[in-house]
């Protein structure tokens, strides 16, 4: 049965376990409503317990997290962070922050992450050109698909330049059984709304060595050196957690595990529904070491197999009530990082103009599913009629 006219079929919506008001009418009876609180502690511990992280600090949000991260792990002015390129702006932009310069790494095709052998030309080159070693790699698991863990961390030693992981659309996600997030000397993960848990706005920094997290706190803090007359002996920032969004966020690892279990449940079922399908195509795991939490489902849409494009068929779901939504626009095409050096391969720029990102909350009924399935499948027949 299609859904009620007007009920918009979402990406990806907020989903509460129902434990979230406990949490938060606590601190409120305590009141205990400021960043600093029993919640964030609790949050930050649950975090580490689940993700297997030594430590954690709760943050503001994803970006802060990056901004910190890039801070701590002592990105200046003028240094070279070599970025995906495939990833949301939110990846890219703390670079900018700091007067830093991102270096656009293009993806590999099997996981359309970061691709190993550019990122080592790339590296290679920066050094012939600049004289100076790229800072960092600012590694993102896009749409929850870990990265290429072994090839990318093979680069990162040969170099010696340390590993961030933007993690944010991977929590939960596993690469040989480890947590994406965890591999790097810091991983960022967001609890923003799309997210496949949420603070209504959050992010964590996490980390296996201690004190990069308790500078990520220190500076979040407003870096307040330890006298009671408010010093400060380095610049800080107003990014730390509220005791309130901590209280939604425990509710809510509770549940991550059977979070995790519905979004890939969602993705088999997209497969499944278009097995038989020539020209759609899904993005796979390249092998049993690449656990993924398929954050989002995503497909490839091929025109001449199916009639259709990729825009044809974001706006024929929308008149549907469904939401879709084109996959990332890759950072070296985006207008305001254009001049900044990227090491293209032409595979973000394909997957971009080929492919969607399907309806994949874990609030959507089976009976959403299907009618999301069912008007992909129409529309694609009425396509191919119309040639
Ligand atoms: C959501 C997201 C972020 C930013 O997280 P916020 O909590 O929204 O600031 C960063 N990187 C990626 C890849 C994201 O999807």
């Known amino acids: 049965m299609p859904p009620e006219p007007r009920d918009i079929i979402r990406l990806s919506s907020p989903h509460m376990s129902g434990h979230e008001m406990k949490y938060v009418i606590d601190a409120m009876e305590r009141n205990q409503v400021f960043p600093l609180g029993q919640n964030v502690a609790d949050f930050e511990e649950a975090i ?33 962070v070599l970025c995906s390129t495939f990833t949301f702006a939110a990846s890219a932009n703390p670079i900018v922050y700091l007067h830093a310069i991102p270096v656009f790494i293009d993806s590999e095709p099997s996981t359309w992450n970061m691709d190993p052998k550019l990122l080592r030309q790339a590296i290679e080159e920066r050094i012939r050109k600049t004289g100076k070693k790229p800072k960092l790699i600012l590694l993102v698991h896009l ?56 603070t209504s706005g959050g992010g964590a920094l996490v980390s296996a060595n201690e004190s990069l997290c308790s500078q990520a706190t220190f500076l979040a803090t407003q ?17 730390r957690m509220s005791n309130i969004c901590a209280g939604i966020g425990l509710g809510q ?31 796979t795991e390249p092998s049993r070491r690449y656990y993924p939490n398929y954050w989002l489902t995503t497909i490839l849409i091929n ?85």
């Open 48 to 80: 580490c317990t689940y993700t297997g992280a030594t430590a954690c600090s709760c943050l503001s949000s994803g970006t802060a997290a990056i901004h910190l991260a890039l801070i701590i792990l002592g990105v200046k002015p003028g240094d070279e």
């Open 143 to 198: 749409y929850g698909m870990p990265a290429d863990m072994e090839g990318i961390i093979a680069v990162s030693k040969e170099f010696d330049i340390p590993i961030l992981e933007d993690a944010a659309e991977a929590l939960g996600s596993t690469y040989d059984g480890k947590h994406c997030g965890t591999y790097g000397e810091m991983g960022v993960y967001s609890f923003n709304g799309n997210k496949i848990i949420t």
């Open 223 to 239: 870096a307040r050196d330890e006298a009671p007359h408010y010093q400060h002996s380095k610049i800080g920032y107003n990014y």
């Open 253 to 283: 690892m509770e549940i991550l595990e059977e979070r995790v279990a519905k979004r890939r449940e969602n993705n088999s079922f997209y497969r499944d529904a278009f097995q038989n399908v020539e020209g759609l195509t899904f993005l």
């Open 303 to 387: 025109p001449v197999e199916t009639g259709i494009t990729h825009e044809e068929l974001y706006h024929q779901l929308k008149q549907q009530h469904i939401e879709a939504r084109p996959l990332w626009k890759p950072m070296h095409l985006q207008p305001i990082f254009a001049l900044y050096p990227s090491y293209a391969n032409g595979v973000s720029e394909s997957l971009f103009n080929k492919g969607l990102c399907l309806p994949s909350g874990s609030l959507m009924t089976d009976s959403q599913r299907e009618y999301v399935a069912e008007t992909i499948l129409n529309t694609i027949t009425k396509g191919n009629c119309r040639q």
